[in-house]
């Protein structure tokens, strides 16, 4: 009893629903308005805190702080609508506001739900339900707050736990690279797909979106949405039954893989099927083979497809090969792409069957697929020959001119860029620009001058770079770079930049992005994915900052080419002055005592001279904006 009446209760069996209770006093007690705003500003900040903590990037924008704002502002009106009676009259004008603002905002949300932005349902369901909840608290009685507030923290917990265990810990690692044309940024997202159990894989664009494969044949849909990389898992069976094959294979004396190698839709603009590469394993025989399977597409109403029956054999290699000997796994090749005349182009490695121990070569047999690039017919699989002596083709493009590019593997260096011609021989194993393992020359051809009688590359890589996948740049994210070619290398982890005019190749700039790279998709943005063995993606941007520190001190501190002027720069501040060992300092730089600090570096840079009389370093002209961006870029080297 307080004032003379009962305590209100919530309506139990029947009867009229009492009157709300704030959580201290009635009436206008601005005391129990105070207690009323902070017991919801407490909730509202465990949420929020608790969703965001679950996030793999919190400071970044992505469509998951989309949902968390959504939560906020429907939490918000929730709460302005369960108010206490006697504060209801000064917010209720607010409380409308804030509702039409969530419906707006939640329509606009759904809008872009359906261009391909990705839901994530564990923080609208708990989320919301949690918020429902705590809106509750003040018009509930003493013990059903206490079991109200006990869900609120279980709810929040779960928000932060079910994530981090859903995506095993993800995270993403930025950097940017200079190119001679642009800077570039690299987000390196470790996490969104888990680390496949064999290599190779392949990605391909369709829309503002990919389809992903793995090298185990896990199909995953992968968007690019407000500057960040999604990955979910679709339905869509994979070709192979790795299961089976591990069964079937025993105790071998190594574990040959099984593996996909390639994907490509049909040429549709919604495509009804989609064809993989692939190995396959004939238990029976004990042999593999190579081969493309297809299998009928549906889509969704957000645009991702899906499986929608068995897969069917397109084409599949001959012989059956052994795996005993010469064979090496790693010389699949396996490459789709569309020929101009709607057959599929197939490329088919050597499998290791080079000419030695008495083994007749692969690549020069026209009774066998391998060592080839094929045409097939995706209707009835039929083959021809369009090119034969090759080693290991990793990568195929056809470029908008319709000239056909190849990049292949080589033996101890020779990696190639080919342009493809029909019914060319490009040599293997006859003749190549690398050597024997260990050994300085390549045993069938000991001269190695040139290849003779064979259509020579384009290009050839000294050392050996594991060239991988090559694609057309044609988008408008790099307008300067459009009509190259982009290939990607397994050794080196890094991409290479290829200019080519009148088919040749002018130029090959490669710039590294940390990792394995097994295959490439450009978005029609011109936004360029990459697909890494470990199962990283990595989303390749044009960074249009221009760097201080490139412009002004990269050419002596960190050339690329050539002796370096200056001391390296990496980890300078709070380094102590003339310090790097083995640097020659001027004798004005000696003569410094302290540490490289904001301000020494400023006045360093201002005047050189004035700051270490003696120096050889030359006055750099930089104004204070510019000073200041240098020292801020040094910090985080």
């Known amino acids: 009893m307080r004032n003379g009446s009962a305590k209100p209760k919530l309506r139990r069996r029947g009867g009229t629903p009492p009157a709300p209770t704030p959580i201290a006093g009635e009436g206008n007690s601005l005391f129990a308005i105070a207690l009323w705003a902070a017991w919801h500003l407490f909730a509202l900040a465990l949420l929020l805190g608790s969703a965001a903590l679950s996030l793999p990037e919190p400071k970044a924008v992505s469509a998951d702080k989309v949902q968390i704002l959504l939560l906020l502002l429907g939490y918000l009106a929730l709460s302005l609508y369960l108010v206490p009676a006697a504060a209801r009259p000064r917010i209720e004008f607010f409380g409308h506001l804030v509702t039409v603002a969530v419906i707006g905002f939640a329509g606009a949300y759904l809008a872009l739900r359906f261009a391909h932005l990705p839901a994530s349902p564990w923080i ?217 005349d709607g057959k599929l182009l197939f490329t088919l490695g050597s499998l290791g069957f080079g000419g030695g121990g008495g083994q007749a070569p692969f690549a020069q047999s026209s009774d066998a697929d391998y060592g080839k690039i094929l045409k097939l017919d995706p209707a009835t699989g039929e083959r021809t020959f369009v090119s034969i002596g090759h080693r290991n083709p990793q990568g195929l493009v056809v470029a908008h001119d319709g000239r056909i590019w190849e990049s292949e ?91 080519t005019r009148d088919g040749r190749v002018i130029y090959v700039e490669p710039f590294s992005v940390g990792h394995r790279v097994r295959d490439l998709a450009e978005l029609p943005s011109g936004r360029v994915i990459v697909w890494s063995d470990d199962g990283t993606l990595i989303a390749v941007s044009r960074n249009d900052v221009e760097s201080a520190f490139t412009r002004f001190c990269v050419g002596c501190h960190e050339p690329k080419f050539g002796t370096a002027v200056g001391p390296p720069l990496a980890g300078v501040t709070g380094r102590r002055i003339a310090s790097v060992p083995g640097w020659a300092y001027s004798a004005g730089l000696k003569r410094k005592s302290g540490v490289w600090d904001d301000a020494s570096l400023n006045a360093f840079l201002s005047d050189p001279a004035a700051f270490a009389p003696g120096t050889t370093m030359r006055p750099p002209g930089l104004d204070a904006k510019s000073r200041a961006q240098v020292i801020a870029e040094l910090k985080k080297k």
Do not use: M
């Open 124 to 340: 609208l369901g708990l989320g919301g339900g949690a918020a429902a909840v705590a809106a509750l608290v003040p018009h509930l009685s003493g013990k059903e707050r206490l079991a109200a507030g006990l869900v609120l923290l279980a709810s929040a917990a779960a928000l932060v736990a079910s994530p981090r265990l859903k995506r095993a810990r993800s995270s993403v690692e930025r950097q940017s690279v200079d190119t001679a044309l642009y800077g570039v940024n690299l987000a390196a997202y470790t996490g969104l797909v888990p680390r496949p159990e064999a290599d190779a894989g392949a990605i391909e664009s369709h829309g503002n979106a990919a389809l992903l494969v793995t090298g185990d044949g896990k199909f995953y849909w992968v968007t690019d949405a407000l500057g960040a990389l999604h990955a979910d898992p679709l339905s869509i069976s994979a070709p192979i039954d790795r299961a089976a094959y591990l069964a079937s294979l025993g105790k071998a004396a190594r574990d040959w893989r099984l593996r996909i190698t390639d994907l490509i839709f049909d040429r549709s603009p919604a495509p009804a099927a989609l064809y993989v590469a692939h190995q396959a394993w004939n238990g029976k025989q004990r042999c593999f083979t190579q081969r493309v399977s297809a299998v009928a597409l549906a889509w969704s109403a957000d645009g991702r497809p899906r499986s929608t029956g068995p897969w069917r054999r397109v084409f599949e290699s001959r012989p059956c090969v052994r795996p005993e000997g010469v064979y090496d796994d790693s010389e699949t090749g396996g490459r789709l792409v569309w020929a101009p």
């Open 409 to 499: 593997h080589g033996p101890q260096g020779g990696d190639e860029i080919n342009l493809i011609e029909q019914g060319a021989n490009y040599g293997w194993p006859f003749a190549t620009y690398g050597t024997d393992y260990g050994a300085r020359t390549w045993s069938l051809n000991p001269d190695g001058h040139d290849h003779g009688i064979y259509h020579e590359p384009a290009f050839a890589f000294l050392p050996s770079v594991a060239i991988s996948p090559i694609i057309e740049l044609t988008g408008s994210e790099f307008p300067h770079w459009k009509g190259d070619l982009l290939a990607g290398s397994l050794r080196t982890e890094a991409l290479f930049r290829i200019r």
